[in-house]
């Protein structure tokens, strides 16, 4: 039955993050900013992956725990975007707890999930950079940053950190 939740939690946090995240990541790259809209739609959804992934193991304890990684992302990601919001736009911010939620449910350890996620979405994140310094021949003022915490979530949730 684990094995089962394990490979329907890990289906449906992809699902989401390929039907809700990859339209995300397309206004991110056009606009530089994530809509509210469906930053809310896409956490509701991980809130209802999480839910059923809580349900199908028979443990209200993972909801509860998911939810407090969501918390404690929030807090800092909201915090760091309200003090330095060239370092955490305010959308990539809201994003930030939903993905914890799914990277939680699907690791086996948060804290080395929560850290190879982070590592992901930098490498990404400077490897765009870099493309764009050397296409355009200066270094960008911004980046799209949202694309690269899906991408990293997508790969917690599918190599289940």
């Known amino acids: 039955m684990q094995m089962t939740a394990a490979v329907l939690e890990s289906s449906a946090s992809i699902a989401l ?3 809700l995240g990859v339209p995300l990541s397309i206004v991110d790259f056009r606009e ?3 809509p509210n809209t469906l930053v809310a739609w ?3 959804a991980a809130l209802v992956v999480v839910a059923i992934g809580s349900f ?3 443990d209200p304890s993972v909801l509860l725990r998911c939810g407090m990684w969501a918390a404690a992302v929030a807090i800092v990601a909201i915090g760091l975007a309200w003090i330095s919001p060239r370092t955490l736009g305010m959308g990539d911010a809201k994003l930030l707890p939903a993905l914890a939620a799914l990277v939680a449910l699907n690791s086996v350890n948060m804290g080395i999930a929560l850290i190879a996620g982070l590592w992901v979405a930098s490498v990404t994140g400077s490897m765009a950079a870099i493309a764009v310094r050397l296409r355009a021949g200066a270094w960008p003022t911004s980046i799209a940053y949202g694309p690269h915490l899906l ?3 997508a790969l917690c949730c599918l190599l289940r950190v």
């Open 42 to 44: 896409f956490s509701i």
């Open 151 to 153: 991408t990293a979530c």
């Open 17 to 19: 993050l390929i039907g």
């Open 56 to 58: 199908l193991r028979r």
């Open 32 to 34: 530089h900013r994530l």
